[in-house]
């Protein structure tokens, strides 16, 4: 098993390029506590875990989670018998997640109807006036 000096490291350059995120962006998230990299003065080295720490984050962040749901659920994964709590809460979220979408795609559904009947009703008053 390597050593902590033998792991990997990567700089926030790469960190960021590897993501497609801006150097800012990551040190929002170390300055929220969402990741924390190894500081050598001014430079920052990120190992693994940091890296999979960014990767849940930005991949809870697609998804629509806030940043406090996702801290806990990156926290939780650190606690004991954590893998366990973690999904349960996980799978809460979703369920809270997918309930709130769903009824996005109804309201965007509603409007995208009415905008139709609008339209129409629009096309229908420009025809007579032609």
Same mark, same amino acid.
């Given at each position: ?21 801006? *150097?800012?962006?990551?040190? *929002?998230?170390? !300055? ?7 500081? *050598? ?8 875990? !940091? ?43 979703? !369920? ?19 905008? !139709? ?14």
């Amino acid at each position: 098993m390597p050593t902590r000096a033998d792991e990997q490291t990567w700089t926030i350059a790469q960190v960021a390029e590897e993501f497609g995120i801006t *150097h800012r962006t990551v040190r *929002h998230y170390e !300055d929220l506590g969402l990741i924390s990299p190894e500081r *050598h003065g001014t430079k920052r080295l990120y190992r693994r875990r !940091d890296r999979t720490r960014l990767q849940l984050i930005l991949r809870g962040k697609r998804l629509g989670f806030p940043l406090d749901q996702i801290r806990t659920i990156i926290d939780l994964y650190d606690a004991p018998r954590g893998k366990r709590s973690q999904l349960q809460y996980v799978l809460d979220q979703i !369920d809270d997640r997918r309930t709130d979408l769903e009824q996005r795609r109804r309201d965007l559904d509603d409007a995208l109807t009415e905008l !139709d009947r609008f339209e129409d009703r629009c096309r229908e008053d420009l025809a007579r006036i032609t």
